[in-house]
């Protein structure tokens, strides 16, 4: 969806971006086409989203064939993605239930575009899983991006990056701007 399609849906809906709720809505197609190489999806796959809003991301998912989970804190999003997408769906608040109704049973990646108010919470959460996701693919806030990749020894090093770096090999693949 670009940005006009992303109006039409929010004002059908009657909605608009919750800055409690840290929500950005995804208009970059280049950066839903990267995630979907980033993450090598294929039909075999189940794959998590955390806050789909508007679908952008979450159309793309589908159409690799994946099995999707998504978490939809906003009710009115919430019944937007389940009446227009064939994923499961539930309305909560994915610190609650940061890999939705799924069970984690069997291997899973995780491609979103975080809620900014939740991304370091939520990723502690998703570390503490039984089963680690094989990949993510998270288009986050630039601090957080920053945070989660220092290094030992400078000061935005600390145990979120610790524990990250030690379960991932980590990337800073791209930067999206606001348009």
């Given at each position: 969806?670009?940005?006009?399609?992303?109006?039409?849906?929010?004002?059908?809906l009657?909605?608009?971006?919750?800055?409690k709720?840290?929500?950005?809505?995804?208009?970059?197609?280049?950066?839903?086409?990267?995630s979907?190489?980033?993450?090598?999806?294929?039909?075999?796959?189940?794959?998590?989203?955390?806050?789909?809003?508007?679908?952008?991301l979450?159309?793309?998912?589908?159409?690799?064939?994946?099995?999707?989970?998504?978490?939809?804190?906003?009710?009115?999003?919430?019944?937007?993605i389940?009446?227009?997408?064939?994923?499961?769906?539930?309305?909560?608040?994915?610190?609650?239930?940061?890999?939705?109704t799924?069970?984690?049973?069997?291997?899973?990646?995780?491609?979103?575009?975080?809620?900014y108010?939740?991304?370091?919470?939520?990723?502690?959460?998703?570390?503490?899983?039984?089963?680690?996701?094989e990949?993510?693919?998270?288009?986050?806030?630039?601090?957080?991006?920053n945070?989660?990749?220092?290094?030992?020894?400078?000061?935005?090093?600390?145990?979120l990056?610790?524990?990250?770096q030690?379960?991932?090999?980590?990337?800073?693949?791209?930067?999206?701007?606001?348009?």
């Amino acid at each position: 969806l670009d940005l006009s399609q992303t109006r039409k849906i929010l004002a059908h809906l009657g909605a608009c971006p919750n800055r409690k709720l840290g929500q950005n809505f995804l208009i970059n197609a280049r950066f839903v086409q990267k995630s979907l190489e980033w993450a090598q999806l294929n039909s075999e796959d189940v794959v998590v989203e955390i806050g789909p809003g508007c679908g952008t991301l979450t159309g793309a998912l589908v159409e690799t064939g994946a099995q999707v989970f998504a978490v939809e804190k906003d009710a009115c999003f919430f019944r937007y993605i389940q009446e227009t997408f064939p994923i499961s769906v539930c309305n909560e608040d994915a610190l609650q239930f940061p890999i939705g109704t799924f069970d984690g049973s069997k291997s899973y990646k995780i491609v979103a575009n975080l809620p900014y108010a939740i991304a370091s919470v939520w990723l502690d959460f998703i570390l503490e899983q039984v089963r680690l996701p094989e990949c993510m693919v998270l288009l986050v806030q630039k601090e957080a991006a920053n945070r989660w990749l220092s290094k030992a020894g400078t000061k935005n090093f600390g145990a979120l990056s610790v524990n990250l770096q030690a379960a991932y090999s980590l990337a800073n693949k791209c930067c999206v701007g606001k348009n």
